[in-house]
C-alpha cells in the first residue's frame, strides 16, 4: 500500500540484547517522526528527521536510543542494551515537510524486553 | 513546562448523542494544535489541525475549534456512531529556531454505546 510501514510488527527480545525498529515513510514524505507509546500511557516523542537537517533528538529518553534515517527515506530506531521498561509500542509518522502537514502514522512496532 | 491537559479521562455516551472533548494547553511557542483519533491497537489518525490564526476546523461529524487567547481547544462529535469509540488525542507543538517540541495530552478514552 502507499501508507507508512513499520517492522517487525512484534519484537520480543530479552534484556540486555540490542534491537532495531524500521520504518518506511510515504513516498515523498521528507518528515519523518518516532513515537512511543506504553501500556496506558499517552504518546511520547523520540526524534524527527525533516530531509537534510540535523535530527531533532530531543525526546530521546536516554543514549541507549538512536535513530537513522538513509538517503531521505527508511529510518532505522536502534534500542542498545534494552531494559523491561522500553517496553512499548513504537510509531513512526511521515509528513510532507511543513509542520502544518498532516502526519500519518504506521501501525507500530510493539516491543517487548523480557 | 509545556503541558497538555484533557478532560475528561474518559467519557461514555450513547450512540447518536453529541459530546464535546476539552484540551488545555501551556505551550509556547505556539506552533499548532493536532487531534488525533486513535483506535485499540491501531496507530493514531490525524482528525485536524489548528494553526494560531485558526478558530474552527471541521472533518465530517468533528469540528475542533481553538481559543488561542485562553490555550484553549475543543473537539465536538456529532451523531455519535459505535465506531467513534477510541482515544482522542490533542498534541500541541512549538517549534523555536530549528528545535520542534510535541506536547502531547494523555487522551480521553470515548466508549459509544448502542
Known amino acids: 500500500g502507499a501508507g507508512v510501514s513499520q517492522s517487525p510488527s512484534n519484537k520480543v527480545t530479552e534484556k540486555g540484547k540490542d534491537v532495531e525498529l524500521r520504518c518506511d515513510p510515504i513516498?515523498?514524505?521528507?518528515?519523518l517522526y518516532w513515537y512511543r507509546q506504553s501500556l496506558g500511557q499517552g504518546l511520547e516523542f523520540l526524534i524527527y528527521?525533516?530531509?537534510?537537517?540535523?535530527?531533532?533528538k530531543s525526546g530521546l529518553p536516554s543514549d541507549r536510543f538512536s535513530a537513522e534515517r538513509t538517503g531521505g527515506s527508511v529510518s532505522t530506531l536502534t534500542i542498545q542494551r534494552t531494559q523491561q521498561e522500553d517496553s512499548a509500542v513504537y510509531l513512526c509518522?511521515?509528513?510532507?515537510?511543513?509542520?502544518?502537514?498532516?502526519?500519518?502514522f504506521g501501525p507500530g512496532t510493539r516491543l517487548t524486553v523480557l | 513546562k509545556n503541558q497538555v491537559e484533557q478532560s475528561p479521562q474518559s467519557l461514555i455516551i450513547l450512540e447518536g448523542k453529541n459530546c464535546t472533548l476539552q484540551?488545555?494547553?501551556?505551550?509556547?511557542?505556539?506552533?499548532?494544535l493536532r487531534w488525533y483519533k486513535q483506535d485499540t491497537g491501531r496507530g493514531p489518525v490525524s482528525l485536524t489541525i489548528?494553526?494560531?490564526?485558526?478558530n474552527t476546523k471541521s472533518n465530517g461529524r468533528y469540528t475542533a475549534t481553538l481559543d488561542a487567547d485562553t490555550k484553549q481547544s475543543s473537539l465536538h462529535i456529532t451523531a455519535s456512531q459505535l465506531s467513534d469509540s477510541a482515544s482522542y488525542i490533542c498534541?500541541?507543538?512549538?517549534?523555536?529556531?530549528?528545535?520542534?517540541?510535541?506536547?502531547f495530552g494523555s487522551g480521553t478514552q470515548l466508549t459509544v454505546l448502542p
Open positions: 509518522a511521515s509528513s510532507l515537510a511543513l509542520a502544518t502537514d498532516t502526519q500519518y
Open positions: 513516498s515523498g514524505h521528507t518528515a
Open positions: 528527521f525533516q530531509g537534510n537537517s540535523a535530527p531533532d
Open positions: 484540551c488545555n494547553y501551556t505551550v509556547s511557542p505556539f506552533s499548532n
Open positions: 489548528m494553526t494560531f490564526s485558526e
Open positions: 498534541v500541541v507543538s512549538s517549534f523555536s529556531g530549528s528545535a520542534r517540541q510535541l506536547t
